[in-house]
């Protein structure tokens, strides 16, 4: 997920449209929070909006419809590393969406279907580096599907159930830097399960509980960019749990209430790459809440409202550095 260059972010002064998406931008856009958004009791509203990040602050403005289309309660958004094509997934209607971006202007365009297959309630996703395989988590069936990716169209093809076992209701799927070993959370089950991923056939093996603890309806899942450290919503007391996380072996240990504030339900978490700033999507108070994080405890301060607008019972959130 790293994208543009925080250093070399700037600004473009150009103001939002009637309908709520970006004019285009004179110089570099600098990065970009994509969140989804869906009403949970009427579905009468699914939407992903963009939302523009100032990197010295954290600070969200100039959010904006991406104008997303096919969606159906959209639960996670993802961007490939080129920040190109988003890929979206839809529980109500077991469908994964893609859609072209506009890097300029954040906006998505020409949606259509993937054309995945084997999806049951899809709750999460994530890529490759290269964009060219997909993982998703299903929540109905607690599987694992991978896909493979046209890089050019953003099609699905040859989808199959990589063999992943001991999840109870798959709610978020994370690989690691060395795309060899994915961490699966479990919403029921409360826990993270570690597998080996083969790397020519996507086939899951040696699943194994990580480890982690303290969690109550865990919901997803973040990691700095080291990989060393792992951040997950738990839903049912509304906390935001931290665990080191050892890369030889994917071990979860130490594992405590980082003490966010301003944080209720919460359900989507994203961290920069440096480790040090987390938003966290509180779906029932409608807002997405940013913290500092101390980088050597793992503990959040200064949290507080992003300051997103649009959101209505929000849900996932994916960060386009």
């Given at each position: 997920?790293?994208?543009?260059?925080?250093?070399?972010?700037?600004?473009?002064?150009?103001?939002?449209?009637?309908?709520?998406?970006?004019?285009?931008?004179?110089?570099?856009?600098?990065?970009?929070?994509?969140?989804?958004?869906?009403?949970?009791?009427?579905?009468?509203?699914?939407?992903?909006?963009?939302?523009?990040?100032?990197?010295?602050?954290?600070?969200?403005?100039?959010?904006?419809?991406?104008?997303?289309?096919?969606?159906?309660?959209?639960?996670?958004?993802?961007?490939?590393?080129q920040?190109?094509r988003?890929f979206?997934?839809?529980?109500?209607?077991?469908r994964?969406?893609?859609?072209?971006?506009?890097?300029?202007?954040?906006?998505?365009?020409?949606?259509?279907?993937?054309?995945?297959?084997?999806?049951?309630?899809p709750?999460?996703?994530?890529?490759?580096?290269?964009?060219?395989?997909?993982?998703?988590?299903?929540?109905?069936?607690?599987?694992?599907?991978?896909?493979?990716?046209?890089?050019?169209?953003?099609?699905?093809?040859?989808?199959?159930?990589?063999?992943?076992?001991?999840?109870?209701?798959s709610?978020?799927?994370?690989?690691?830097?060395?795309?060899?070993?994915?961490?699966?959370?479990?919403?029921?089950?409360?826990?993270?399960?570690?597998?080996?991923?083969?790397?020519?056939?996507?086939?899951?093996?040696?699943?194994?509980?990580?480890?982690?603890?303290?969690?109550?309806?865990?919901?997803?899942?973040?990691?700095?960019?080291?990989?060393d450290?792992?951040?997950?919503t738990?839903?049912?007391?509304?906390?935001?749990?931290?665990?080191?996380?050892?890369?030889?072996?994917?071990?979860?240990?130490?594992?405590?209430?980082?003490?966010?504030?301003?944080?209720?339900?919460?359900?989507?978490?994203?961290?920069?790459?440096?480790?040090?700033?987390?938003?966290?999507?509180?779906?029932?108070?409608?807002?997405?809440?940013?913290?500092?994080?101390?980088?050597?405890?793992?503990?959040?301060?200064?949290?507080?409202?992003?300051?997103?607008?649009?959101?209505?019972?929000?849900?996932?959130?994916?960060?386009?550095?």
């Amino acid at each position: 997920m790293i994208g543009i260059n925080l250093a070399k972010a700037s600004y473009s002064q150009n103001e939002s449209t009637e309908s709520g998406q970006l004019q285009p931008l004179a110089k570099a856009t600098p990065p970009r929070a994509y969140i989804t958004s869906y009403n949970i009791f009427k579905r009468d509203y699914s939407k992903i909006i963009q939302c523009q990040i100032n990197p010295a602050t954290g600070a969200f403005s100039r959010c904006g419809d991406t104008g997303a289309t096919g969606l159906n309660n959209p639960g996670m958004v993802v961007l490939n590393q080129q920040g190109t094509r988003a890929f979206i997934v839809n529980s109500a209607s077991n469908r994964v969406v893609q859609c072209k971006v506009d890097q300029l202007t954040g906006n998505f365009s020409n949606c259509g279907d993937t054309g995945a297959s084997k999806l049951s309630q899809p709750a999460s996703i994530t890529l490759n580096k290269k964009g060219t395989r997909a993982f998703v988590a299903n929540f109905a069936d607690s599987k694992i599907i991978a896909c493979h990716v046209d890089s050019a169209t953003g099609n699905f093809s040859n989808c199959i159930d990589t063999g992943g076992y001991g999840f109870s209701h798959s709610s978020d799927i994370v690989l690691n830097k060395e795309e060899n070993r994915a961490f699966v959370l479990s919403l029921w089950g409360g826990r993270v399960n570690v597998c080996e991923v083969d790397p020519v056939t996507r086939q899951f093996s040696q699943c194994h509980n990580a480890g982690a603890t303290g969690l109550y309806i865990p919901s997803e899942m973040a990691f700095n960019g080291a990989g060393d450290q792992a951040y997950i919503t738990s839903q049912g007391d509304s906390k935001v749990v931290h665990c080191n996380v050892d890369v030889a072996t994917g071990k979860f240990s130490a594992c405590g209430d980082t003490g966010a504030t301003e944080v209720y339900v919460p359900t989507g978490i994203a961290v920069n790459p440096e480790g040090t700033r987390a938003y966290v999507v509180n779906t029932y108070a409608g807002q997405v809440t940013q913290c500092k994080i101390n980088p050597d405890s793992g503990m959040f301060s200064h949290c507080a409202n992003a300051g997103a607008s649009l959101l209505k019972y929000p849900d996932g959130i994916h960060i386009h550095w």
